[in-house]
């Protein structure tokens, strides 16, 4: 079997694979939806072992290292949130991540670092019209160097552009009505695809917030093109850690 290789291009922390990237890489093998739980941080430019288990689940191995483990799953949202993409432009002005005080600037989904056509660049922003109801949004419009064999978008880059907007959420405070700066990392990425878009078609990502337990925090998040046409949907987890732990010191 061929390996995995998470280029450096696809960083998150600087020193490893952006979650949703590599939760996308695995999901491959996964037909339908999937949920893909990160056990170790994925490591960059290494041959990574894709492993079918007799049961239907997958592992990504770093040799006697487990960095994922992937399964089918039902991915049904409860609810589902769009905006127009004027209004996902306009909710990327009030990003509450400005560039100078970013933790991850070289991300490949929400690094303001990242060269336009290098990176994703999807930076989310509040909703004005959802008060009572926080929910981000974020356009994107997919390069033309994202595209799969087939001319439309790689799935992967669904996968990531669904990542960092929910981690995003993650971090708002319905109670305040503000964002902390928690250091948060991905732990686990549910998606499911419905129409993969072909590059350079306006899309909007949303995401919104759905609970949080001790360090545990969820979000759900959505895409849609610009006609309104639902594209993926996903559900995630992130854990809130130390800022050396972020950085793949600790």
């Keep these: 079997m061929t390996p995995i290789i998470i280029a450096k291009r696809y960083c998150g922390p600087p020193n490893s694979g952006n979650g949703g990237y590599v939760c996308g890489r695995l999901a491959r093998h996964i037909p339908a939806g999937a949920e893909v739980t990160l056990r170790a941080p994925p490591p960059l430019e290494k041959p990574l072992d894709a492993i079918a288990a007799d049961d239907g689940t997958w592992e990504l191995r770093d040799g006697a290292t487990l960095v994922a483990t992937g399964r089918a799953a039902n991915v049904e949202l409860a609810r589902l949130e769009t905006a127009s993409f004027e209004?996902?432009?306009?909710a990327?002005?009030?990003?509450?991540v400005k560039p100078h005080e970013h933790p991850l600037p070289t991300c490949f989904v929400c690094g303001?670092?990242?060269a336009k056509g290098d990176g994703l660049r999807i930076f989310a922003g509040p909703l004005g019209r959802h008060a009572q109801k926080p929910v981000l949004a974020a356009s994107w419009?997919?390069?033309?160097?994202?595209a799969a064999g087939d001319g439309l978008v790689a799935p992967e880059f669904l996968w990531s552009a669904l990542d960092c907007p929910?981690?995003?959420?993650?971090?708002?405070?319905?109670?305040?009505d503000s964002f902390d700066q928690a250091p948060l990392l991905l732990g686990r990425m549910s998606a499911r695809i419905e129409a993969r878009p072909p590059p350079g078609e306006r899309c909007v990502i949303t995401a919104w917030?759905?609970?949080?337990?001790?360090?545990?925090?969820?979000?759900?998040?959505?895409?849609?093109?610009?006609a309104g046409r639902l594209l993926a949907v996903a559900r995630t987890t992130w854990i809130a850690v130390d800022r050396d732990v972020q950085l793949g010191r600790g």
């Design 141 to 146: 419009t997919p390069d033309p160097n994202l």
């Design 166 to 176: 929910t981690g995003y959420a993650c971090n708002y405070n319905q109670e305040s």
């Design 87 to 90: 209004e996902a432009c306009a």
């Design 112 to 114: 303001p670092a990242r």
């Design 92 to 96: 990327e002005l009030l990003t509450p």
């Design 209 to 226: 917030p759905t609970g949080r337990d001790g360090r545990k925090r969820t979000a759900e998040a959505a895409a849609h093109n610009e």
